[in-house]
Nanobody, 124 residues
Framework: HVQLVESGGGSVEPGGSLRLSCAAS????????LGWFRQAPGKEREGVASIGIIGTTRYADSVKGRFTISKDNAKTTLYLEMNTLKPEDTAMYYCAAALSSRWWSSLSPDDFNYWGQGTQVTVS
């Protein structure tokens, strides 16, 4: 199965930008839908953005227009470009993968069964 390792988190002031990366290995990435999720202290894990095998994207309403998900199949890397960051974006960010059909994507954490260890994003 696929293994996932996130990087790129850090601390930034409100209005700033960060780019998260998720390196995938261990299986053919093109078999998986991929997503970014986040969890703040005391809150449930929530979907931020996802991208299907053929590139179909979904975004949480709270990040539309500010975040962009993309993937580089050749480098087997998933990205999350985050702009105009707000304090409420502060959370641990996880990438995740799910074996799926070509057209499927989801923002529900329950639909994904392979997870990275997470990278912290702090906006203050």
């Amino acid at each position: 199965h696929v293994q996932l390792v996130e990087s790129g988190g850090g601390s930034v002031e409100p209005g700033g930008s960060l780019r998260l990366s998720c390196a995938a290995s261990g299986d053919t990435v093109n078999r998986y839908a991929l997503g970014w999720f986040r969890q703040a202290p005391g809150k449930e894990r929530e979907g931020v953005a996802s991208i299907g095998i053929i590139g179909t994207t979904r975004y949480a309403d709270s990040v539309k227009g500010r975040f962009t998900i993309s993937k580089d199949n050749a480098k087997t890397t998933l990205y999350l470009e985050m702009n105009t960051l707000k304090p409420e974006d502060t959370a641990m960010y996880y990438c995740a993968a799910a074996l799926s059909s070509r057209w499927w994507s989801s923002l529900s954490p329950d639909d994904f069964n392979y997870w990275g260890q997470g990278t912290q994003v702090t906006v203050s």
